[in-house]
């Protein structure tokens, strides 16, 4: 750990100030967050899965016939009521109380039409919930207010990538409190649980890229913890481009210089609890953290630098800062490229 520090040091420092990359507010080298495609449509954005076609179908079928048969049971009512309406004391009651082939007619049509809704709706839900055979797994993990990716080979990563045409099941548990893995495109959501794992698999068929929400309440960072998915070829780790190439780069398409991946591990891991403005949220703001005197709990005291950033994001109960809680998780899986990387960020933080 001594050495590994040692060599972040000098390449953290480097970074020239003057480097196109060294201003924060320039535009980064990764496209934004896409929240969805046509966000402001009322419907679902475009399918993506294999699963969102028979999904969108049923739906429809669903929504179309709630809609029929409100047309036509609300509106004869209402006219029959009008129509029949009792119009003075002495109007008495039609001695007819029942006809045997209208009911017939209209208790075994519905009954035919609610078995088969029944039965598309089983049909998929069964396809839902058991993963071919030869899914690639993927471990997701939820915390507050982040997600996390680990992949077959080790690797850990902060977006979700996947390749297209390929089945992918993931296995998910949390590390605190509910969530619940949402990816609208997919037409997907799961609960996430600590002290549980549960299961989702998906087949992506269209390269794209969106994003992947919380859909249950998990603290004042909930609407907060959005990662990127993005869809890509499947091809070899020669090929630029594939998510092959994808998942040797750590989770991003190109590799990224220190600042703009720092900011990029700062967006996706950190900002839920520190800010840039000096705000307070769940931690100590990051503006101007860089060689601050921190008063510890302990009441000691810590000049924040290189060695105390990476000992912080390794093993953060060892030095919690004065008045805050000691609730930061570690983040072992961090490579020291993504350390460097966030030091490189945190220095900018004047
Ligand atoms: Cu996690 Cu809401």
Not at 10 to 36: D, F, R, Y
Not at 126 to 137: S, T
Not at 251 to 259: E, F, V
Not at 302 to 319: F, G, H, K, M
Request: hydrophobic share 35%.
């Amino acid at each position: 750990m001594t050495q590994a520090s040692t060599t972040a040091q000098p390449q953290a420092t480097s970074t020239p100030k003057g480097q196109t990359t060294a201003n924060p507010a320039a535009p980064p080298a990764e496209t934004p967050l896409v929240i969805h495609e046509q966000e402001d449509s009322v419907w679902l954005p475009q399918g993506s899965s294999t699963y969102a076609a028979p999904h969108d179908a049923a739906w429809d079928f669903n929504l179309w016939v709630s809609v029929i048969f409100f047309v036509i049971v609300i509106g004869p009512m209402g006219y029959f009521a009008v129509k029949y309406k009792r119009k003075s004391e002495d109007e008495r009651t039609s001695p007819v109380d029942h006809n045997l082939r209208l009911e017939l007619f209209w208790t075994l049509i519905p009954t035919v039409l609610l078995i088969y809704m029944f039965w598309v709706g089983f049909k998929l839900f069964a396809h839902a919930q058991v993963a071919p055979n030869d899914a690639m797994v993927i471990k997701v993990t939820g915390q507050m207010f982040n997600w996390t990716f680990e992949y077959p080979d080790g690797t850990v990563t902060t977006d979700l990538g996947v390749p297209k045409g390929r089945p992918v099941k993931l296995i998910m548990s949390s590390k605190d409190t509910l969530h619940a893995f949402f990816v609208p495109e997919f037409r997907l959501k799961q609960d996430v649980v600590p002290n549980l794992y549960t299961t989702m698999w998906f087949e992506a068929t269209r390269e794209m890229e969106s994003t992947v929400e919380c859909a249950e309440y998990c603290g004042d960072g909930h609407s907060r913890m959005l990662t990127r998915v993005v869809v890509l070829p499947s091809g070899d780790k020669s090929t630029p481009g594939t998510f092959e190439t994808w998942l040797d780069n750590g989770g991003l398409k190109t590799p990224l210089p220190p600042l703009q991946l720092g900011q990029k591990r700062y967006t996706a891991l950190c900002s839920s609890c520190h800010s840039l403005d000096g705000s307070k949220i769940q931690g100590p703001s990051f503006k101007g953290l860089f060689g601050r005197k921190e008063e510890l709990a302990d009441g000691t005291s810590v000049t924040v630098d290189e060695n105390y950033v990476r000992n912080s994001i390794l093993n953060p109960q060892a030095q919690i800062v004065k008045d805050y809680p000691a609730t930061m998780p570690t983040f072992t899986y961090l490579k020291d490229r993504d350390i460097e990387g966030i030091i490189t960020f945190l220095k900018e933080q004047k």
